[in-house]
């Protein structure tokens, strides 16, 4: 549970010094009043990266040089978390020490939905794979370290194919055995988080249609094990050396998200695709809790596009899972969507101030 957290310098927020009590957080203020700000001050805490922009450096408040974001994590034991950027350089630390990243994802698990998740339904398969490695290192973060070893091997092909150089072989081996490792963890997550959406879908009793998301592995025959891998890729050799590209590897995989047989993103209306985004995500986090890790919700702008029904059922998916000290903050600017749902703590937020409701 994150039981204080201070903003110092980040976006449009003035200093911020915030103790979050357990159960559900309600953030209302109107476009730009910094309560996006909020939440994705925390989620830079929790995973050193933005949710929002491609550079940390942009979440330096106007004017200024740095940023600094501390939080206090109770557990078992009480963690201090810091993330900030000063000098051109990102720092991070627990209890004051510098550590590796997969060590600071540790401490604070978190899940958020904000806009660019919609992208997983309908954008290109490149949003879909970020996706499938956010749960898998969401899960388990030491995962980091086998996602790194494949990217760094296949920068090595993609070089040497770009040169024509030779040693393709020896470069294949090396990157069948870490694509193997990538596609297992992604398929272990991906069967972990169907069963877990089955059971969220049941639970919001949605009139959706049969839903269905299927991993799509490269080489097709991925999961057979890195023999099975070398060998497509070995088959694959020369129409790679022609293209000077990789053309097989989990940096191509895919995963098919099925609405009644049919891609979601051709049939769906967006709001059934935002109340379906929002489920996948409480879906995910069920499969982080069967991991042992308890993670902290961040929605932004739950309520927008759905219908006062459709809120409640999604409402009631993630509040069902606030047991112990579990937290969720969501934002809105429509204080009179939220009048009927039951909502813990309600804050006002004006040119980035936090006040109590």
């Given amino acids: ?132 490695d956010r749960g898998v290192v969401a899960s388990r973060p030491a995962a980091l370290e086998v996602l790194g070893r494949y990217r760094e091997a296949l920068r090595h092909k993609r070089e040497l194919l770009f040169q024509d150089a030779a040693g393709l072989e020896v470069w294949n081996e090396l990157l069948a055995a870490t694509a193997a490792e990538v596609i297992r963890l992604r398929e272990t997550y991906v069967t972990a988080l169907q069963q877990a959406l089955s059971a969220v879908l049941a639970e919001a009793d949605m009139p959706f249609p049969p839903v269905e998301i299927r991993y799509q592995p490269s080489p097709s025959r991925g999961l057979e094990g890195p023999e099975a891998i070398a060998a497509s890729f070995g088959r694959m050799a020369e129409r790679e050396r022609r293209r000077q590209q990789p053309l097989l590897g989990p940096h191509r995989d895919e995963l098919e998200i099925l609405w009644g047989g049919h891609e979601i993103r051709r049939v769906a209306s967006a ?5 379906f985004s929002l489920l996948l995500l409480a879906a995910h986090g069920k499969v982080m809790e069967a991991a042992g890790r308890s993670p902290l919700y961040l929605l932004d702008d739950a309520d927008a596009e759905l219908a006062p029904p459709t809120l409640a059922a999604v409402w009631r998916c993630f509040s069902g899972m606030l047991e112990g000290d579990r937290q969720l903050l969501v934002t809105s600017n429509r204080p009179q969507a939220w009048l009927a749902l039951p909502v813990g703590s309600v804050w006002q937020v004006e040119k980035g101030r936090l006040a109590p409701l």
């Fill in 1 to 132: 549970m994150l039981s204080r957290f201070t903003a110092r310098n980040f976006r449009n927020l003035q200093p911020l010094a915030l103790e979050p009590a357990a159960g559900s957080h309600l953030f209302l203020g109107g476009n730009g009043a910094g309560k996006t700000s909020v939440l994705e001050a925390i989620y830079v805490l929790a995973t050193t990266r933005s949710f929002r922009a491609a550079q940390i450096a942009d979440c330096v408040h106007h004017g200024e040089a740095s940023f600094q974001l501390t939080g206090e994590v109770e557990t078992d034991r009480r963690t201090t978390l810091a993330v900030g950027w000063s000098q051109g350089a990102r720092e991070r630390s627990v209890n004051g020490k510098p550590t590796p990243l997969a060590d600071h994802l540790e401490v604070l698990p978190v899940v958020a939905w904000a806009a660019a998740e919609a992208e997983v339904l309908v954008g290109a398969p490149r949003a879909r794979r970020r996706f499938m």
């Fill in 271 to 275: 709001g059934e695709r935002k109340s």
